[in-house]
């Protein structure tokens, strides 16, 4: 049983940046891909990076390509993600996800397709 626990939230300006960290216990996800998503109050869990397990590929939101980026250590069995140019419509609780595949294809935005999740981290930006 993969246990996953995010760290690194907190409150940040607009145009600030924060990085999430995205620990694992309890088994490896090394071999895995994994994912961020975020949920905002009153709105539905949405996909924003993925990165497969060699950390070759990643994939992301069209909200945050750009100011966002996703990478991972293997040795320390951690995903990260950094966040720059941080704006109000980032505030959210993000959460990390592990796929029990080696690539985030097909469909890396489908929740449904990650079997471990954290228990998730607030980020919120002000304006």
């Known amino acids: 049983q993969v246990l996953l626990a995010e760290s690194g939230g907190g409150l940040v300006q607009a145009g600030g940046s924060l990085q999430l960290s995205c620990a694992a216990s309890?088994?490896?996800?090394?071999?895995?891909?994994v994912g961020w998503f975020r949920q905002a109050p009153g709105k539905e869990r949405e996909f924003v990076a993925a990165?497969?397990?060699?950390?070759?590929?990643?994939y992301y939101a069209d909200s945050v390509k750009g100011r966002f980026t996703i990478a991972r250590v293997h040795a320390s069995e951690t995903v990260y993600l950094q966040m720059n140019r941080l704006q109000s419509e980032d505030t959210a609780v993000y959460f990390c996800?592990?796929?029990?595949?080696?690539?985030?294809?097909?469909?890396?935005?489908?929740?449904?397709?990650?079997?471990?999740w954290g228990q998730g981290t607030q980020v919120t930006v002000s304006s």
């Open positions: 309890g088994g490896t996800i090394s071999r895995y891909a």
């Open positions: 990165i497969n397990w060699s950390g070759s590929g990643t």
């Open positions: 996800a592990c796929r029990q595949s080696d690539r985030f294809y097909p469909d890396p935005a489908s929740s449904s397709e990650y079997t471990y």
